[in-house]
């Protein structure tokens, strides 16, 4: 009898023990959800007070890159109690997880898939139930910004039902949200004037309904639909140039030039010889106040100070494209003589290609100008030109503290010589012995001096090895956002990113100037919603790169392999994967071995997208990564 009451207590001892063990692991399980919890908790919280200090959020990236679809029960649990901004940057937060987990299985899958059917585990699936049926109930939210998300976040289920959903929302009294809707309806390329009876409610047909979106949010769709009518939309385009309405004037001018339309002459000549009267001459200054803010009383004060001006800009740009004989003799004639400085320089830079010689003595004229500015953009001009005399001008222009490093660079890139450069905060007899070093070599050397003719294009502020050389001159709307890049108020630098962004491959000679900001993560103050959507100076520049696309391939190559900060390696890989050339995998595949960083796991991230391979993004992956690259990179060798 005694060996059965000995298992019997041996068996109670197990159960003791295995209780114990389970009621440890559970206390430890619930310790640690308390932890995931409150981090998600914070983090959100952190997010909620930088919208409510910049005005805009795209979700806590901290809680996705962390915790991913983890993260998902511990926001929907928030959401449930949670109003407004918080409640906004959690429904954010969860669009982004959603998104990275519909990517990640498409790029598994190689193809969209249902995340409803998907092979989850039932908890899993459960959350994303949940979550998709939040989302079908914001879509009647009051408010817009919450609709809009809802629709993006049922975008990436890739399910039937959701996409009914978005159809319906067509519909919606709200002109974004209709547009959002619109972008994920259907297949192939849309029709503009299907797009613009949803947008606004009413199918253009005529040309006059085209007409009347000019110099609306919908300028540039009601562009594509008037080329279309040709030569019939002339004269309501000639009507709308020669209106009150300066944002029609502009885009109805913008299209008669593209259009090349002769016709037009005589009115853009118009606006070319019109006196200045009371107005103030356009200057740099001028053009930075205009890019500073966009509210309507200030782009309405600078229209009454500068309208004339920039009127004439608006006229020489049309005029240049439309190129006929007629059409050069009067951008000549009346833009090299105008009154102000910067429509001067515009006309000089436009003619340079054309007529050298009289582009030349315009901005030898230019250089000698009271506005630094003026005088540094005539010298770059004339520095493409190959003209010596913008030399001495640039060593001048090393005194004026605005325009020092430019004035440096260019010298350097364009010379040869190298004489350090005072950095931080300097006495002006630094600055003088700086610059006596130059002028000593200029006086030296001036007779027999011949411009690099590899380094002659080469205009960047910014010194970065592989950077694009243009190979016309930069256009002075391109070259006034470059000086804005190194202005020191952090907004000023957001809103020139933002519009070299805007202008795509045309803001290529920025690329070096971009790169160098990326790391610029500067704070900002009383900063306004409407401003931008980019966080930081350094956020703008990384998508500008990635809109200006392929030519910022190779600068961004290089500085991938320079620069060793890994936080600055993760963002120009990121950048790459977004551009999607093929030129940037063989150099991306080089980080993949990296164990002791985040370099590895984003290289392999943005591998997956430019392959179309997914092999993970873990340390223990990078093997299979580098036998795919053995095996394929043949295949790439020739990618342009």
Known sequence: ????????????????????????????????????????????????????????????????????????????????????????????????????????????????????????????????????????????????????????????????????????????????????????????????????????????????????????????????????????????????????????????????????????????????????????PLTPQGILEMTRSKEPETVEGFLKKYGRSFLALQAMDALSIIGTPQALEFLEKYGLTHESSQVRLTAATKLSQTNRERATTALTVLINEPEPQTRFQAAVQLIMLNEKIAIPCLIELLNIQEVRSEARWILEKNTDQHFGYPRGIVSQEDINRFINKWKDWWEKNRDTFEFLEEKSQEISRVPKPGATKPTIPVLPEVQVQMNLLSDTAPETRILAANNLRKMGEKASPAIPNLIEMLGDNASIKNRKADLSVSPTPGIAAGRALTQIGKPAVEPLIEELKRNTKEGIRNYVISILARIKDPRAIGPIMGFVPYKNNTVGHHAMGALQKLTSQNFGDKPEDATKWQEWWEKNKENYKSAK
């Open 1 to 280: 009898m005694r060996f059965p009451s000995i298992c019997l207590i041996f068996a109670a001892m197990v159960t003791c023990i295995l209780v114990s063990k389970g009621a440890v692991m559970f206390e430890k399980g619930t310790k640690e959800n308390t932890s995931i919890e409150k981090d998600i908790s914070g983090l959100i919280q952190r997010e909620v007070r930088d919208y409510k200090k910049y005005g805009e959020t795209d979700g806590s990236y901290s809680i996705r890159e962390k915790y991913g679809i983890k993260a998902l029960p511990y926001l929907l649990k928030f959401l449930q109690v949670s109003e407004g901004t918080e409640k906004y940057t959690i429904c954010l937060t969860i669009r982004q997880i959603v998104g990275i987990e519909a990517d990640r299985i498409a790029n598994q899958q190689e193809k969209s898939v249902d995340l409803l059917t998907y092979s989850y585990s039932d908890q899993d699936r459960e959350y994303f139930r949940e979550t998709f049926n939040i989302m079908c109930g914001l879509r009647k939210h009051p408010e817009a910004r919450f609709r809009v998300v809802a629709i993006k976040t049922l975008r990436a289920f890739h399910d039937p039902k959701a996409d009914a959903l978005i159809k319906d929302s067509l519909q919606d009294p709200d002109a974004y949200v209709r547009e959002i809707a619109y972008g994920y309806v259907g297949e192939g390329e849309k029709n503009e004037r299907e797009y613009l009876k949803v947008v606004t409610g009413k199918e253009p047909r005529t040309v006059q309904d085209y007409v009347n979106l000019l110099g609306t949010p919908y300028s540039e769709l009601s562009k594509k639909g008037l080329k279309r009518f040709g030569e019939t939309a002339i004269p309501y385009l000639i009507k709308a140039a020669a209106s009150e309405n300066a944002l029609l004037r502009k885009a109805a001018i913008e299209i008669l030039g593209e259009m090349k339309t002769p016709e037009a002459i005589p009115l853009l000549t118009q606006y070319l010889k019109q006196p200045l009267g009371n107005e103030a």
